[in-house]
């Protein structure tokens, strides 16, 4: 059974930095596209990042040159580094694969203060 777990949400200031990271099981983890999403109050679920299974990774523009996405297969894991956060990245973030059916962590929260 597939299974994400994210962790390293919280609470920092606008400028401040945040990494969240994502444990990953029941997968051949090093197959698979991973992905970060988040959904603000009120908005719909957006891609943050992806990264393939060959390393490329891209971004939304809203967050490109703040954020990088990072995958460790060794340790079947994916990490978002953040970057100059700010008020508007305030949100849950989710890990996200698909096989077959889409799957998804129970999300982690950013709050970003100003």
């Known amino acids: 059974q597939v299974q994400l777990v994210e962790s390293g949400g919280g609470l920092v200031q606008a400028g401040g930095s945040l990494r969240l990271s994502c444990a990953a099981s029941?997968?051949?983890?090093?197959?698979?596209?991973m992905a970060w999403y988040r959904q603000a109050p009120g908005k719909q679920r957006e891609l943050v990042a992806a990264?393939?299974?060959?390393?490329?990774?891209n971004y939304a523009d809203s967050v490109k040159g703040r954020f990088t996405i990072s995958r460790d297969n060794a340790l079947n894991t994916v990490s978002l580094q953040m970057n100059s956060l700010n008020p508007e990245d305030t949100a849950v973030y989710y890990c996200?694969?698909?096989?077959?059916?889409?799957?998804w962590g129970q999300g982690t929260q950013v709050t970003v203060s100003s």
């Open positions: 996200h694969v698909t096989i077959s059916r889409e799957y």
């Open positions: 029941g997968l051949i983890f090093s197959t698979y596209t």
């Open positions: 990264i393939t299974i060959g390393y490329s990774t």
